[in-house]
């Protein structure tokens, strides 16, 4: 049970999950530009910029912005270099968490998200100190109703992923990176969109909150997914579906 994609289901179905259009645009454009400078400008030989690249167009994203951020990248139109930089750090509760960055200055960055964590009853933790309670797998959500467990199952499995986990109000898909796309391509033939699709870091035991804990740790995620510099941010906090729907009430 994945408190985090519970948090992403319920933003999604609410039309509260990257509200800000300019947001999402401003995070996948940055993610093209890394992705093209590392692994080149082809999609056909660098799985990252080719999901990318297929998360840009399934949020509308025009062609030509796909296409200046990958040209960016690779050097051939001027732009500004980000780096990655991946933070640990505790929550309410003791919550580990991983915050994803790509940052054109690692100063300002390190500083302002050490400031949110402290305002919401978190901390910044020492390289290593939680990421070992992370695995890197492919994560593909599904709210229910929109197709039938034993279908969506038997697609999945199929196709490669390794387990498929009931959270709540969506089906949460667990595949090795590897099998990401061919899962997520299965998935897709069926008629379905996933409400997420990703490789994420996804957590080995959860803590359950409750209450006021709750309801911090909501706030602090909120506040950490607003800031500019962060692509992505995973957490084992696992939390009733009530708890998230108040504090977005």
Request: hydrophobic share 40%; aromatic share 4%; charged share 30%.
């Amino acid at each position: 049970m994945s408190g985090h994609s519970k948090w992403h289901t319920i933003k999604h179905k609410k039309g509260a999950a990257d509200a800000k259009r300019g947001k999402v645009f401003t995070r996948i454009i940055k993610e093209l530009t890394v992705a093209a400078r590392n692994g080149g400008k082809d999609p056909d030989s660098n799985p990252r910029l080719r999901t990318i690249i297929a998360e840009a167009k399934a949020n509308n994203m025009p062609r030509e912005n796909i296409e200046r951020a990958i040209r960016r990248g690779t050097g051939e139109e001027p732009g500004v270099q980000y780096e990655e930089v991946t933070y640990e750090g505790y929550g309410p509760g003791g919550v580990a968490l991983m915050i994803q960055t790509l940052t054109d200055n690692k100063k300002r960055t390190v500083g302002e998200i050490r400031h949110l964590l402290d305002k919401h009853a978190g901390n910044l933790a020492a390289e290593n100190s939680v990421a070992w309670m992370f695995s890197r797998k492919g994560e593909i959500i599904v709210e229910k109703g929109k197709i039938d467990e034993d279908k969506l199952l038997s697609a999945a499995l199929d196709a490669g992923a390794d387990d498929m986990n009931d959270d709540g109000s969506a089906w949460e898909v667990v595949c090795a990176p590897e099998q990401f796309e061919a899962v997520r391509d299965a998935i897709k033939a069926l008629g379905v969109e996933p409400a997420s699709a990703q490789i994420a870091m996804i957590p080995q035991n959860y803590v359950k909150l409750v209450g006021k804990e709750a309801q911090q740790m909501l706030k602090l995620m909120e506040a950490i997914e607003e800031h500019d510099d962060v692509q992505h941010v995973w957490a084992n906090f696992d939390v009733e579906e009530k708890e998230i729907e108040a504090s977005l009430a």
